[in-house]
């Protein structure tokens, strides 16, 4: 069973930057794809980056490309997500997550659908 912890979120002002981190624990290997995801309040399920961990390969939505940067280190099990620039739009709960351990695709899949295992998430708050 794969288990995902986040951390690192908390109140920045808007142009400052926060760093997260997931710490994947349990049998990942065959997750290709690590993710994350964010919700806020009244507002569905937004995909913010993932990445190929075997390759290294990123994608990014839309309204974060440029500001936001996925990395990993596979040494540490963990994933992270470099946030600058921050915006109030910013502000959600943000999760991360592992894609199924049947999914493989021919580039860096951002739907929902794909992750099976999603962490608790973590609180980003962008302050005007």
């Known amino acids: 069973q794969v288990q995902l912890v986040e951390s690192g979120g908390g109140s920045v002002q808007a142009g400052g930057s926060l760093r997260l981190s997931c710490v994947a624990s349990?049998?990942?290997?065959?997750?290709?794809?690590m993710g994350w995801f964010r919700q806020a309040p009244g507002k569905e399920r937004e995909a913010v980056a993932a990445?190929?961990?075997?390759?290294?390969?990123?994608d990014y939505g839309d309204s974060v490309k440029g500001r936001f940067t996925i990395s990993q280190d596979n040494a540490k099990h963990t994933v992270y997500l470099q946030m600058n620039s921050l915006k109030p739009d910013d502000t959600a709960m943000y999760y991360c997550a592992a894609s199924k351990t049947w999914v493989r695709r021919r580039y860096v899949t951002l739907d929902p659908a794909d992750f099976g295992y999603w962490g608790q998430g973590t609180q980003v708050t962008v302050s005007s």
């Open positions: 349990g049998y990942t290997g065959s997750s290709v794809y």
């Open positions: 990445i190929y961990t075997a390759g290294g390969s990123t």
